[in-house]
C-alpha cells in the first residue's frame, strides 16, 4: 500500500471549557484523489479543517504527513509542509488587487517585486486565467473571489488542498470553474479534501468519502459504491424521511397578495402575481436571478421598487413598518447579517416586530417558551443569546420572530441555507403547516427538490424577470435547473 | 417570573467596575485628605460638588450613551452646546430667559436633524459628519460673539437665569421618599437588587444629614437619567435603540425604522447639548467663544468609562453617568488636595484606556464562558 499522503489516527480535540469537538477521527487523504468530507452542522468539520491547517492544535491523537509524524502548531508551519486551507468566507482583502492578494504571504521585498507577480500569473495561468492580476478584489463577483482564493492557496505550491464549502456561494457556471480547477489539480497528482453541503457535487466530484458525526467519522468509502441517500442517512445518522409531495390535493383560499408591475430599476423586471391564502409560492433561480430583490420588493425594503402591492384587495404601503403592519413577513437570506440581533436573547429578538410602549416580560418569554417547544428549538431557554445557537436553530427563531396572529404574508430567503438535514425537514414540515392554517407563503430556495416537494406552483426567475410558471407535479430537478439557467446544455454539474 | 439573578455577573469587574472604581478613587481620596489634615473629603458638600462639576458633561453623556447604542457618533456637542449658549446670551436680553432658552435648544436641535439627516440620508460616516460641524458650529459661535465675550446686563434676567442653574434643592425627603419606593418595590417583586439600591440611598441620605441640598443640574441631570434609563429598560422603543446598533439590517427587516431611530439619536444628542449650553450661559451670565472647548471627548471618554462599545448595541447610561463622576472625582481631588494639576491628564488618559481594556479583556472571558 502506497504511503498516504495525509494520515488522521485518533484525533481528538476537548476545548478547554469541556465540550468535545472531536472523539477520534481517523481519515486518510491519498495524492492525486479528491476526498469528500461531510457532516452536518456541528459534526465537528470545522474543527477538523482548522486542526489541518495548524489554526488549532489537537487535544489527542496522531497526525502523519507522507509517512511522517508531525505537530503543526501554527498556520504557517502547515502552509510550509504544503496543506493550504481554502475558508468558506474568503480572507481577501477587498481593497488590494488580485496580484496583491495571491502575494499576502510573500514576507520580504518589494511591492511591485517582477518575480512575484511572474509566480502569481504562473498560477492564474494554471487555472486559466478567470481573472485580471490587476483587478480590485472588492470589484470582483464572489465566483471570481473564491477562484482568487484558490489562486492565493496554490501560491505556496501545496501539495494538499483543503476547501471548505468552495461552491456554497457560487453561481451553476462558476461552480463549473471550481469543478474544473479541482479535476485539473489532481490530475497533477495533489490531493484536495473537499466540504461541501451539496450531496450531488459530492457524488459527481470525489473520489472517496469520509462522513463526521458528533466528532467521530461514522462513514468512510469509494463514492463509486455509494449514493446520495447512503450518504444522506449517513449524516442524519438515521434514515431520513424524504419529504415527499402531500398526497390530497392542497385546498387554497381566495388570492390574498397580489402584484402588479412591481419593479425595481437595475434589478427586477416588472412582476405580476398573485398567492392565494394557504398557497405556497415557490421561487426557483440561479443566483443572481433577482430572487431576493423581488421579495425585498414585496416587503418594501428596497426603497427603488414601483409598482402596486396590495393584501386582500388594500393597497400596502411601501416601507417595512408598513408591510409589517399589514401582515407581511420577511426571513431574509442571510440570518446572521439580516435576521437577528447577536446580541440579544431568543425573547428579545422574538419580539423585534411587536410594537406597542411598554415592554411586557413575562408575556415576551411565555411566548418564546412556546416557539421553543413549538419548533423544537435547541436552546437552554428563553433567556439564551441567539448568537449561541446553531444555524438551524437561529433560523427557527428568525422565522418564529413572524408566527404571531397578524402576519398573513411569509416570505421566506432561502430558510434551508447552511442547515443540516434534520432541521431542514423540520423547517420544511412547519412551512406546509403554515400554509395549512392559512398564511400565503412565497418560498425561494436554490434547493429546487425542496421547492418541487413544498411548492404548490413554481415561479422560475432569469436575469431579474420572471420567465416561467411550472406545476412542481409534472417537472423534476434537472427540468428546473434548465429553465433557471436557461440553456439545455449547461446542467449544472454533469462531469 | 423565574428570571434567576446571576449575582456573579451583576457584581463582575465588567458589569460592576466603574462603580468599583469610583469608590476606590473616593476612599484612596478620602485618605490622603485624612492624612494631610484637610477637611473631610466625604462631605455631603464636596459631593455634592462634585455632581454638580459633573453635571453638563453628564446630561450630554447620557444622551451620547444612546448615540453610541445606536452605532453612530457625535463629536460636535461641545460646539453645540457653546452654540445654545450663544444664542441664549445673545437673546435673553431681548426676549426674556424662557423664550431665549427655547431658541437656543431649537437651535441645537437643528444641529441635530443636519447631522443625523447627513449621516442617513448621504451615507457619510458620523465621525466625520460631527468633526465637520464641530469646526463649522464652533465657527459660528465665533461669528455671533464676533469673537468677544458676551454677557447678560439686564439684572431682572440674570437673576431668572441664576435661579434656574444655581437654586439648591433639598434633596433629605425626596432621597428617603425613592429609598422606600424601591424597597416597597423590592418586597411586592421579590427582587433584591431595588432593595438594596433604596437600602444604600437610605443610608446615603441619613449620613447627609437633614440639611442636604444639590445645585439644581444635579437634579435636571438625575431626571434626564432615569427617564431615559427607564425608556432604554422598560419600553419597545428602548429594545428598538439596541436592536437598531445590534443589527440595523435584522432591525430594518423587522419593520422597524432605522433611520427615524437614528436621526432621533442625533437629534437627542443635540437637544441635551442644547441644555447643557442653557445651563452653562446660566451659570455665568455670560459666553466667551471659546467656552466647552474639547469637552465633547470628556463627554465620549464618560461614555466609554461605562462600558458603552463604540460597535453600538451596547451600553448603559446610569453608568455613564458614574463614569462621569469618576473623572469630575479626578479633576476635583487635584484640585482640593492640590496634587499638581500637571499629572491631571495623564493620569485620566490612564484611566479611560485601562477601564477599555478591562471591558475588552472581560468581555472576550465573558463571551467564552457563554459559548461553553
Redesign the interface.
Given at each position: 500500500m502506497v504511503t498516504p499522503l495525509l494520515s488522521l489516527t485518533g484525533v481528538e480535540k476537548v476545548?478547554p471549557?469541556?465540550?468535545v469537538a472531536l472523539r477520534g477521527v481517523d481519515l486518510t487523504v491519498q495524492a492525486g484523489r479528491v476526498h469528500g468530507l461531510l457532516g452536518a452542522n456541528g459534526a465537528g468539520k470545522s474543527t477538523l479543517i482548522k486542526i489541518l491547517a495548524g489554526a488549532i492544535p489537537p487535544t489527542g491523537g496522531a497526525v502523519s504527513w507522507r509517512g511522517e509524524p508531525v505537530r503543526w502548531t501554527n498556520p504557517r508551519s502547515a502552509r510550509g509542509a504544503g496543506v493550504a486551507t481554502i475558508y468558506q468566507h474568503i480572507p481577501l482583502v477587498p481593497t488590494l488587487s488580485v496580484a496583491e492578494n495571491m502575494l499576502l504571504e510573500q514576507r520580504r521585498g518589494w511591492r511591485g517585486d517582477r518575480a512575484g507577480r511572474a509566480r502569481a500569473a504562473a498560477v492564474a495561468r494554471m487555472l486559466g486565467d478567470p481573472f485580471d492580476l490587476d483587478a480590485i478584489v472588492g470589484d470582483l463577483p464572489i465566483g471570481t473571489r473564491q477562484m482568487v482564493a484558490i489562486a492565493q492557496g496554490l501560491m505556496s505550491d501545496p501539495a494538499l488542498l483543503i476547501m471548505d464549502e468552495p461552491t456554497a456561494s457560487l453561481a451553476g457556471h462558476e461552480r463549473e470553474q471550481v469543478y474544473g480547477t479541482i479535476r485539473r489539480l489532481t490530475d497533477e497528482g495533489r490531493a484536495v479534501l473537499f466540504v461541501s453541503h451539496f450531496l450531488d457535487e459530492i457524488v459527481a466530484l470525489t473520489d472517496e468519502v469520509t462522513v463526521l458525526r458528533d466528532g467521530r467519522a461514522v462513514l468512510h468509502a469509494e463514492t463509486a459504491t455509494l449514493d446520495e441517500a447512503a450518504i444522506a442517512a449517513a449524516i442524519a445518522g438515521r434514515s431520513v424521511a424524504a419529504l415527499e409531495r402531500a398526497e390530497s390535493e392542497r385546498r387554497t383560499g381566495a388570492p390574498l397578495l397580489e402584484l402588479r408591475d412591481l419593479a425595481s430599476p437595475g434589478k427586477l423586471a416588472p412582476a405580476s402575481f398573485a398567492v392565494a391564502k394557504g398557497e405556497i409560492v415557490g421561487v426557483a433561480g440561479m443566483l443572481g436571478a433577482g430572487r431576493s430583490e423581488l421579495l425585498h420588493a414585496i416587503?418594501g425594503?428596497d426603497p427603488a421598487a414601483e409598482g402596486l402591492v396590495s393584501l386582500g384587495g388594500d393597497p400596502v404601503g411601501r416601507?417595512?413598518?408598513e408591510?409589517?403592519?399589514a401582515g407581511i413577513a420577511?426571513v431574509?437570506e442571510d440570518r446572521a447579517?439580516?435576521?437577528?440581533?447577536?446580541?440579544?436573547t431568543i425573547a428579545?429578538n422574538l419580539?423585534?416586530?411587536?410594537?406597542?410602549?411598554?415592554?411586557a416580560?413575562?408575556a415576551e418569554?411565555a411566548a418564546a417558551r412556546a416557539a421553543i417547544d413549538r419548533l423544537a428549538i435547541k436552546a437552554p431557554g428563553p433567556?439564551a443569546?441567539v448568537s449561541?445557537l446553531s444555524g438551524g436553530n437561529a433560523q427557527k427563531v428568525v422565522i418564529a420572530?413572524w408566527l404571531t396572529p397578524e402576519t398573513r404574508v411569509l416570505l421566506l430567503d432561502e430558510p434551508t441555507a447552511g442547515i443540516d438535514i434534520g432541521a431542514r425537514t423540520d423547517i420544511l414540515r412547519l412551512i406546509r403547516a403554515l400554509a395549512d392554517d392559512g398564511l400565503a407563503v412565497v418560498l425561494v430556495s436554490s434547493e429546487f427538490e425542496e421547492l418541487i416537494a413544498v411548492a404548490d406552483r413554481i415561479l422560475v426567475m432569469r436575469d431579474g424577470a420572471v420567465v416561467a410558471e411550472v406545476d412542481p407535479a409534472a417537472i423534476d430537478e434537472a427540468g428546473l435547473i434548465q429553465l433557471a439557467s436557461g440553456t439545455h446544455t449547461d446542467t449544472g454539474i454533469a462531469a | 417570573m423565574n428570571r434567576t439573578t446571576d449575582w456573579r455577573q451583576i457584581f463582575g469587574l465588567r458589569e460592576a467596575g466603574v462603580y468599583y472604581a469610583l469608590l476606590i478613587l473616593l476612599a484612596l481620596l478620602a485618605a490622603i485628605a485624612q492624612s494631610h489634615g484637610l477637611p473631610n473629603y466625604l462631605s455631603a458638600q464636596n459631593l455634592g460638588n462634585i455632581a454638580y462639576q459633573a453635571s453638563l458633561v453628564g446630561i450630554m453623556g447620557v444622551a451620547m450613551t444612546v448615540m453610541l447604542i445606536t452605532g453612530a457618533f457625535d463629536l460636535s456637542v461641545a460646539s453645540v452646546a457653546a452654540l445654545a449658549a450663544a444664542v441664549l446670551i445673545g437673546l435673553a436680553p431681548g426676549i426674556g430667559f424662557p423664550l431665549a432658552a427655547l431658541a437656543a435648544i431649537t437651535t441645537a436641535i437643528g444641529i441635530g436633524i443636519v447631522n443625523g439627516v447627513i449621516v442617513q440620508f448621504v451615507g457619510i460616516n458620523a465621525f466625520i459628519v460631527t468633526l465637520g460641524t464641530l469646526t463649522a458650529v464652533r465657527g459660528l459661535v465665533l461669528v455671533l460673539t464676533d469673537g468677544r465675550s458676551l454677557m447678560v446686563e439686564r439684572p431682572e434676567v440674570l437673576q431668572q437665569m441664576l435661579a434656574f442653574e444655581s437654586t439648591r434643592v433639598p434633596l433629605f425627603w425626596p432621597l428617603l421618599a425613592i429609598a422606600a419606593a424601591l424597597l416597597v418595590l423590592a418586597a411586592l417583586k421579590r427582587r433584591p437588587l431595588p432593595g438594596l439600591g433604596g437600602v444604600v440611598i437610605a443610608a446615603l441620605a441619613l449620613l447627609a444629614g437633614r440639611g442636604f441640598a444639590v445645585a439644581a443640574p444635579v437634579v435636571y441631570l438625575a431626571l434626564f437619567t432615569a427617564i431615559v434609563w427607564a425608556v432604554l429598560r422598560f419600553t419597545v422603543v428602548g429594545r428598538r435603540v439596541y436592536a437598531v446598533g445590534g443589527n440595523a439590517e435584522a432591525a430594518r427587516l423587522s419593520g422597524i425604522s432605522v433611520h427615524a431611530y437614528k436621526i432621533g439619536a442625533f437629534i437627542l444628542s443635540s437637544a441635551a447639548a442644547g441644555f447643557a449650553g442653557v445651563l452653562f450661559g446660566c451659570r455665568l451670565g455670560a459666553i466667551n467663544p471659546t467656552a466647552l472647548q474639547g469637552a465633547e471627548l470628556t463627554v465620549i471618554a464618560a461614555a466609554i468609562l461605562g462600558g458603552t462599545s463604540l460597535l453600538g448595541g451596547a451600553g448603559s447610561v446610569v453608568k455613564t453617568v458614574v463614569g462621569a463622576l469618576l473623572l469630575f472625582t479626578l479633576t476635583n481631588g487635584f484640585n482640593v488636595l492640590n496634587l499638581g494639576a500637571s499629572y491631571q491628564g495623564l493620569i485620566e488618559g490612564i484611566v479611560v484606556i485601562a477601564a477599555a481594556a478591562i471591558y475588552t479583556v472581560g468581555g472576550k472571558r465573558g463571551a467564552r464562558k457563554a459559548a461553553a
Open positions: 476545548w471549557n469541556g465540550t416587503f425594503a416601507t417595512p413598518p408591510a409589517v403592519a420577511l431574509p447579517a439580516q435576521g437577528f440581533v447577536p446580541g440579544m428579545e419580539a423585534l416586530p411587536r410594537t406597542g410602549t411598554l415592554i416580560r413575562a418569554d433567556d443569546l449561541e420572530k | -
